[in-house]
């Protein structure tokens, strides 16, 4: 078979396709390279100032990508501490209390005498404070704190948390009478969840637990408005386990505090919700 040998120097025609791919391969090399990300080459100053202005106009998915990027190529300096708190408020913002969460703990725990590490405290438990509410709740705002009441209360434990240790660490901070505020509006939910469920265990004559979800009321949230119905919720279940000299002395103690409570006048409050207002959402009961 004869073999046929292939010229050692190329035809012209070959040199001009030759030519053409090495020239498409490098408008295509520039092409990328113009093309890449310019969060990687901006300089400090610049890279911050965009991730600050997308900040302040509301896009956060775009502030948070630069604020990363910050994070990643200048790991130290007052860029990047600034940066790492403005990017756990873009993420709080743009609904990702996780990743907000975990990114204002880590500036909390890597540099905890920054001049502002009462901001991310405050922070902190505001990310807690609006996990506490769903969507549908947000939806129907005037059932929403009968709803609060009835959710679990883990976030406003840890949010009311958060808040306390800024006044105790920062009484003096700028964040700190807001702070207090959330406080009473959390201290009263979570007085309202205990009620709630004393109120459960009153309708299925669980009297020991109703005494004792009262009690908790009274000794750790005393200053509540609930605590009222916390002691005739108490004074009720005395009562039906057959300790009348508590019961007794419970009454007293409500009459005085809360004169004009509707126990005083009504031996059986609380009462039992209808069939209609158990059909309705968000009405607090259990």
Request: aromatic share 12%; with cysteine; net charge positive.
């Amino acid at each position: 078979m004869r073999v046929t040998k292939l010229p050692a120097n190329p035809t012209p025609v070959l040199k001009v396709l030759i030519v053409l791919a090495l020239a498409l391969t490098m408008s295509a090399c520039s092409w990328f390279r113009h093309n890449g990300d310019p969060l990687d080459t901006l300089p400090l100053p610049q890279l911050y100032a965009k991730a600050h202005n997308d900040l302040i106009h509301s896009d956060y998915s775009a502030a948070e990508k630069a604020y990363q990027r910050l994070i990643a190529r200048f790991p130290s300096g007052p860029f990047n501490e600034q940066a790492q708190l403005e990017l756990a408020y873009a993420q709080y913002k743009n609904n990702k209390p996780d990743d907000a969460y975990s990114t204002v703990n880590r500036f909390i725990k890597t540099d905890p005498l920054n001049s502002h590490v009462d901001y991310a405290y405050y922070l902190r438990g505001l990310i807690n404070f609006d996990r506490t509410s769903g969507v549908i709740e947000r939806a129907f705002a005037s059932e929403h704190k009968g709803a609060q009441t009835r959710r679990d209360q883990g976030y406003n434990l840890k949010s009311f948390d958060d808040f306390s240790e800024l006044s105790r660490r920062f009484p003096d901070s700028a964040y700190a009478a807001d702070a207090r505020q959330r406080m009473i509006y959390l201290r009263n939910v979570l007085a309202q969840f205990e009620i709630n469920v004393a109120e459960f265990y009153i309708r299925n004559k669980a009297y020991v637990a109703s005494a004792d979800r009262a009690q908790y009321v009274i000794e750790h949230y005393q200053e509540a408005p609930q605590a009222g119905d916390a002691l005739a919720i108490l004074c009720r279940s005395y009562l039906a386990l057959g300790q009348k000299q508590l019961a007794d002395q419970t009454r007293q103690v409500l009459a005085l505090n809360y004169p004009d409570h509707p126990y005083l006048k009504d031996p059986k409050w609380p009462h039992s919700p209808s069939t209609i207002r158990k059909l309705i959402p968000f009405s607090g009961h259990y």
